[in-house]
């Protein structure tokens, strides 16, 4: 039980760290599409981590409990829920992009932008 | 063990929304949304162990997948598209 | 074919998220018939878009390639929050957007790179040609050197990630 509690307090501390780095980023860097990579990245791992904590705790209470546990149902559809978050974060990230490109932000202090004047139409 | 955890996802998604009020364009807001949806989809997992509520988990999900597809229809909005 | 994979499919789904509610093998037996009956509606609605024309992704083997790229894709992504923390705290960031050509041929194999690309280090999928299949992609850190010749090389800005697209689903 105590290695199984500083498991978790590790996964809590590495998830509070980068949903932090997440939300400063969003507030820090200078446009949509740097921002949507910190808070994307950053807070889908940093979610994923405390999701596994909440996993490790409920896991260990079921096995210590037996199968009948009320904690097994906890630690399953703690396990759907990290599963979809990890599938749909990415997606939404990549629509937000390419909906703000379609109209008209431009990447701020941009080197290069292959994009720059297609119209793409599907 | 998760009470102060909650806390400190709760700063965060303070400083979300403070983003959401500010950012210039819609984009910049939208991406402050979504973000706020994931930091309260995990935040509602660690309230269901914390008072050891298995329907939170199951809010979760649903609240997820909800969010997921407003954010995708509103970034066609964005995008200035017939549905 | 399509219609039986849909509704097994949703009937798994209905069953892990209904586990533990009774004493036959942990479902409840009301469950159970009302999942079955929810799957074949489900699967008589949905089976033309759940299911394309082919069905190559029962193959066993492109699970397991896909289990292994798990591992890969796993180590690929801390690497890539650990980057991205970097430059939140010390604010270097040289940004733009590059066109890639992974010359992959499906629907299913440009998902499964765009999440990719969009969770591994510094780099946003922000767009997809739909008759080349070329991709355009934000890079947070653009190295120079990739800029001097017009069909990019994909390797410096994300891996080989393309080959194990087109090898899980190709």
Redesign the interface.
């Known amino acids: 039980m105590g290695a199984l509690n500083i498991v978790t307090y590790v996964f809590i501390g590495v998830g509070l760290f980068f949903n932090a780095v997440g939300s400063f980023g969003l507030n820090r860097f200078p446009d949509v599409y740097t921002r949507l990579h910190a808070a994307t990245k950053c807070t889908t791992f940093g979610s994923m981590f405390l999701i596994l904590a909440v996993i490790v705790q409920s896991a260990s209470i079921w096995v210590m409990e037996g199968a009948l546990s009320s904690q097994s149902v906890l630690s399953i559809h703690a396990i759907i829920a990290l599963v979809v978050l990890l599938i749909t974060n990415a997606t939404s990230a990549h629509a937000i992009a390419r909906a703000a490109h379609r109209s008209g932000e431009k990447p701020a202090r941009a080197v290069v932008d292959d994009l720059e004047g297609k119209d793409i139409n599907d | 063990?998760w009470l102060p955890?909650a806390i400190?996802?709760v700063?965060?998604?303070l400083?979300?929304i403070?983003?959401i009020f500010i950012g210039p364009?819609?984009?910049?807001r939208?991406?402050?949304f979504?973000?706020t949806n994931?930091?309260v989809?995990?935040l509602m997992?660690?309230l269901?162990?914390m008072f050891?509520q298995?329907i939170f988990?199951?809010v979760?999900?649903v609240y997820?997948?909800l969010s997921?597809i407003m954010?995708?229809y509103v970034?066609?909005f964005?995008?200035?598209k017939k549905f | 074919m399509r219609f039986i994979v849909t509704a097994v499919v949703a009937y798994l789904l209905y069953l892990v998220l209904t586990i533990g509610s009774g004493t036959l093998l942990l479902w409840n037996e009301a469950e159970l018939i009302i999942g079955a009956i929810f799957a074949l509606v489900v699967a008589a609605l949905v089976k033309n878009r759940y299911l394309k024309k082919s069905l190559r992704m029962l193959n066993p083997v492109r699970w397991f390639i896909w289990l292994i790229y798990l591992f890969l894709f796993f180590f690929a992504m801390a690497q890539a929050n650990v980057d991205v923390a970097y430059r939140v705290i010390t604010g270097r960031i040289n940004p733009g957007i590059v066109k890639i050509s992974p010359r992959l041929k499906n629907d299913m194999s440009l998902t499964l790179l765009a999440n990719s690309i969009t969770l591994t280090p510094g780099t946003l999928s922000v767009d997809v040609e739909e008759e080349t299949n070329d991709m355009y992609i934000h890079w947070i850190n653009v190295k120079p050197d990739v800029l001097k010749e017009m069909p990019r090389d994909y390797h410096p800005i994300c891996n080989s990630f393309p080959d194990w697209a087109r090898r899980i689903a190709g």
């Open positions: 063990m955890a400190v996802m700063v965060c998604m400083a979300c403070a983003r364009g819609a984009p910049t939208l991406a402050a979504d973000t994931t930091l989809v995990a997992v660690v269901a162990i050891e298995v988990v199951d979760a999900i997820a997948l997921f954010t995708l970034a066609r964005i995008e200035g």
